[in-house]
């Protein structure tokens, strides 16, 4: 993604001191040796002397932005929600109204209708704070800001936090799980720039998390897994291997109880995570689907990342048992004075692969999966 910012401002000695604010954050921000490490170095191309265009009245922001349109058509696969980072608009807000035909409320109804999700700061002169966090949620912008607060350096902070927040939106809408990492570090790199200096008013993105991610195990849940698995039907070389915790019901049910369960696929999630991260490609991922595990990855990488995860389950799984339970290699249940062997915990998949298709919808994958399992219930490979 390109960095790409615009001002919207009609005084030229605004726009000389607009584009040397925005142009010293910007400058921060890719010399930040953490934000450079996290993503920058991957993800952002930042271009110094053309990331700022700069236009001095409505009508030419509007021809700049259906030009930016053409040249960068939205798609379904587009990481962005807008062609730019960050849009700053001077509005005159002496007028006490909110009409969408007032030239600046009209000129946010152009954005978001261009651009979907415009990350806009509203910039005036006189203050009328009856109308502004009314018009920025009507309109659609995020923030506003006073020029009179420019000595104090809210404006610079303003720009910096919706750029980092745009930047984590974008990490998150590549909707590899990689990313989501970076996008979740990101946001709280955010959330603590913003406590240490309260903003007047702004979105967040913590709902987008909670959309894709189970509260449980952090881990991506079935709507973002459906997503990924429906993406899988245009490719042609992907391995899913679907893992179900063998033993799992009779440990909740007969032994220890649902909390403890509840650790145990805390356990697993992060097993899956860590051997994603560690062993797999860019783009391979890890999530939930129908109350099963996946893991989505090529035919190269997909046995490696297999070994991992039952070497892992295998080492590690003890810590919930007794340690007579671990030694004996099975738990023991008392039942009417006698005994019964409660197998330990086992991790057992399935696997499907681009070659058993073609498949033309994510049942018949996820189909293909379960009875390959069925199947196989009683062995610890596919």
């Given at each position: 993604?390109?960095?790409?910012?615009?001002?919207?401002?009609?005084?030229?000695?605004?726009?000389?001191?607009?584009?040397?604010?925005?142009?010293?954050?910007?400058n921060?921000?890719?010399?930040?040796?953490?934000?450079?490490?996290l993503?920058l170095?991957?993800?952002?191309?930042?271009?110094?002397?053309?990331?700022?265009?700069?236009?001095?009245?409505?009508?030419?922001?509007?021809?700049?932005?259906d030009?930016?349109?053409?040249?960068?058509?939205?798609?379904?696969?587009?990481?962005?929600?807008?062609?730019?980072?960050?849009?700053?608009?001077?509005i005159?807000?002496?007028?006490?109204?909110?009409?969408s035909s007032?030239?600046?409320?009209?000129?946010?109804?152009?954005?978001?209708?261009?651009?979907g999700?415009?990350?806009?700061?509203v910039?005036?002169?006189?203050?009328s704070?009856g109308l502004?966090?009314?018009?920025?949620?009507?309109?659609?912008?995020?923030s506003?800001?006073?020029?009179?607060?420019?000595?104090?350096?809210?404006?610079?902070?303003?720009v910096?936090?919706?750029i980092?927040?745009?930047?984590?939106?974008k990490?998150l809408?590549?909707?590899?799980?990689?990313n989501?990492?970076?996008?979740?570090?990101?946001?709280?790199?955010?959330?603590?720039?913003e406590?240490?200096?309260?903003?007047?008013?702004?979105?967040?993105?913590?709902?987008?998390?909670?959309?894709?991610?189970?509260?449980?195990?952090?881990?991506?849940?079935?709507?973002?897994?459906?997503?990924?698995?429906?993406?899988?039907?245009d490719?042609?070389?992907?391995?899913?291997?679907?893992?179900?915790?063998?033993?799992l019901?009779?440990?909740?049910?007969?032994l220890r109880?649902?909390?403890?369960a509840?650790?145990?696929?805390?356990?697993v999630a992060?097993?899956l995570?860590?051997?994603?991260?560690?062993?797999?490609?860019?783009t391979?991922?890890?999530?939930h689907?129908?109350?099963?595990?996946?893991?989505i990855?090529?035919?190269?990488?997909?046995?490696?990342?297999w070994?991992?995860?039952?070497?892992?389950?295998?080492?590690?799984?003890?810590?919930?048992?007794?340690?007579?339970?671990?030694?004996r290699?099975?738990?023991?249940?008392n039942?009417?004075?006698?005994?019964?062997?409660?197998?330990?915990?086992?991790v057992?998949?399935?696997?499907?692969?681009a070659?058993?298709?073609?498949?033309?919808?994510?049942?018949?994958?996820?189909?293909?999966?379960?009875?390959?399992?069925?199947?196989?219930?009683?062995?610890?490979?596919?």
């Open positions: 993604m390109e960095r790409k910012l615009l001002i919207v401002e009609d005084n030229v000695g605004w726009q000389e001191e607009l584009h040397y604010l925005c142009g010293n954050v910007l921060a921000i890719h010399q930040d040796e953490t934000l450079k490490k993503y170095d991957d993800m952002v191309r930042y271009h110094q002397e053309t990331a700022i265009h700069i236009a001095g009245d409505l009508y030419s922001a509007k021809a700049y932005i030009q930016e349109a053409l040249a960068h058509p939205h798609s379904a696969s587009s990481m962005a929600h807008s062609h730019f980072d960050l849009v700053t608009v001077d005159n807000l002496t007028d006490d109204t909110l009409d007032t030239e600046g409320w009209e000129f946010l109804t152009f954005l978001k209708e261009k651009l999700e415009a990350n806009i700061i910039v005036s002169g006189e203050k704070p502004v966090i009314e018009g920025i949620q009507k309109y659609g912008a995020m506003y800001v006073w020029k009179s607060q420019f000595e104090d350096n809210a404006f610079e902070r303003e910096k936090a919706i980092l927040y745009n930047d984590a939106i990490l809408d590549t909707w590899q799980w990689r989501a990492k970076r996008a979740l570090t990101l946001w709280e790199m955010v959330q603590q720039f406590f240490d200096n309260p903003p007047v008013y702004r979105l967040n993105i913590e709902d987008m998390f909670a959309k894709r991610v189970d509260s449980l195990t952090h881990i991506p849940n079935a709507n973002w897994s459906h997503k990924m698995l429906g993406l899988l039907l490719q042609s070389n992907w391995s899913l291997m679907s893992l179900t915790i063998k033993g019901e009779d440990f909740s049910s007969v109880g649902s909390q403890h509840d650790q145990v696929r805390r356990f992060q097993i995570e860590s051997t994603v991260v560690e062993l797999g490609n860019e391979d991922f890890a999530g689907v129908d109350g099963e595990f996946i893991v990855s090529t035919p190269d990488r997909i046995e490696t990342l070994r991992n995860i039952e070497e892992q389950f295998t080492r590690q799984i003890g810590i919930f048992y007794d340690m007579q339970d671990n030694e290699g099975y738990a023991v249940l039942v009417d004075g006698r005994e019964e062997k409660i197998p330990l915990m086992r057992v998949r399935s696997q499907v692969t070659e058993d298709g073609p498949f033309f919808s994510i049942e018949t994958i996820t189909e293909l999966a379960a009875e390959r399992k069925q199947g196989n219930s009683n062995k610890t490979v596919a």
